[in-house]
C-alpha cells in the first residue's frame, strides 16, 4: 500500500509555470501506475496525467497535453508534474495516485485520497 504527499502548490500568472512533487512511501512504488488528478472549483476530479512503470510511458488529459510533463523517480519514491504555460482553467487541487487496473472498469485510483496541492492561476 502506497501513501502520497503532495507539494509545490501556490498562486503564479497566467502563462507562468509551477513544478508539483509527490512524495510516497510503500513497497510496490516501482512498479505502480502513477497519476495525478485535479479538482477544480465546481467541477469533478479528473485525471490530468498517468506514467507506467519504467516511465517511459506516459498519457495526458487533451486539454494539458504539450504543456504539462509527468514524470518520476522510483530510487526517491517521488513523481512530478511540470506545469507549464497555464491557464486560469488549470486551478484546481492536484492530486497524485497510485492506479489500479480493473477489470471492466479500467485504471482506477486506488487507496484513500490525500489532501492534495493548490494551484491558482490569476492575474
Known amino acids: 500500500q502506497v501513501q502520497f504527499v503532495e507539494s509545490g502548490g501556490g498562486l503564479v500568472q497566467p502563462g507562468g509555470s509551477l513544478r508539483l512533487s509527490c512524495a510516497a512511501s510503500g513497497s510496490i512504488f516501482r512498479w505502480s501506475i502513477l497519476s495525478w488528478y485535479r479538482r477544480g472549483p465546481g467541477k469533478e476530479r479528473e485525471l490530468v496525467a498517468r506514467?507506467?512503470?519504467?516511465?517511459?510511458?506516459?498519457m495526458y488529459a487533451d486539454s494539458v497535453k504539450g504543456r504539462f510533463t509527468i514524470s518520476r523517480d522510483d530510487a526517491k519514491n517521488t513523481t512530478g508534474l511540470q506545469m507549464n504555460s497555464l491557464k486560469p482553467e488549470d486551478t484546481a487541487v492536484y492530486y497524485c495516485?497510485?492506479?489500479?487496473?480493473?477489470?471492466?472498469?479500467?485504471?482506477?485510483?486506488?487507496?484513500?485520497w490525500g489532501q492534495g496541492t493548490k494551484v491558482t492561476v490569476a492575474s
Open positions: 495516485k497510485r492506479d489500479s487496473n480493473i477489470y471492466g472498469k479500467g485504471y482506477v485510483p486506488s487507496g484513500s
Open positions: 506514467i507506467f512503470p519504467g516511465g517511459i510511458t506516459t
